[in-house]
């Protein structure tokens, strides 16, 4: 009972799977999976079987998330703070939201590579191709793990990305997530980031705890400024130097807030 065991967990592995059950079935004290990042299906069975995630381990060449479960936990998954989007996508006919994968790194490279993307980037600094993988290799994982939603914006008629939203839910404890977004230049100017804003806006008041959204813009960004106005966010404050920008110097921040009352009073205006 006090015994504490240690699997290397592969979703794509029925083996593993059975493994895991036996041990599970014999108790032991302590019982540790290491999980790759990038093997979402493995993530989603220990959080079924009642693992908690502790953080991360470093082996040559390897990172692995490290999951847990003591003897006595509750069989029963914790709720996620980020749930899947039901269907897989969220859509209003103009733009389509689907979550950022491997597959989009090529597109991704060519939207944050552009300098004026980078210049309004935390921090204004070009991301490295190792970067870029990781992003879009790990992106859910960050999702199962509650700390943060990717998104690409598609327009709808074509198919082709346009752009990417998301979401960070960096204060769960007050339940304030924040929204940050890119387009590359043929869709700008379309509505397409107010419609985005305004779709992960919907499904994040319907299907988490958020109840705050914020979003920060440069002082001189006044397009962005338009897209959270035109998306229901009102102006909320005036940050002074709390960004880094290029060559050490500091940005001011202009602060939005969504607030869910406010896009429900806004929908019903509309009925």
Known sequence: MDQDISLLLRGDSPEDRAELTRLLASEPGRLELLIAWE???????AMAAGFTREGARRLPGREF????????????????????????????GVVTLRPLGEQDIAFYTELHTLPEVVNTSVPPIPPTPEEIRRRCSRSE??????????????????????GEIAVYYQEPPTNQAMIGYSLLPPYRGRGFTTRAAQLV????FAETDIVRLIAGT?????????VLERAGFRREAYLSSR??????????????????GDLLAQASSKD
């Open 141 to 162: 994982a960050q999702w199962l793990a509650g700390t943060r939603a990717d998104l690409v914006i598609l327009d709808s008629a074509t198919g082709a990305p346009a």
């Open 218 to 226: 440069a002082p001189d960004n006044v397009g962005s400024q338009r």
């Open 65 to 92: 998330q490290v999951w847990s479960r003591l003897a006595g936990d509750p069989a029963e998954p914790a709720p996620r703070l980020l749930p899947d989007i039901p269907g897989g996508e969220l859509t209003d």
């Open 243 to 260: 960004l880094p920008g290029p060559d050490g110097t500091r940005i001011d921040d202009i602060q939005y807030v969504l607030l869910a």
């Open 201 to 204: 806006a919907l499904w994040a």
């Open 39 to 45: 093997d979402p299906a493995a993530q989603r069975i």
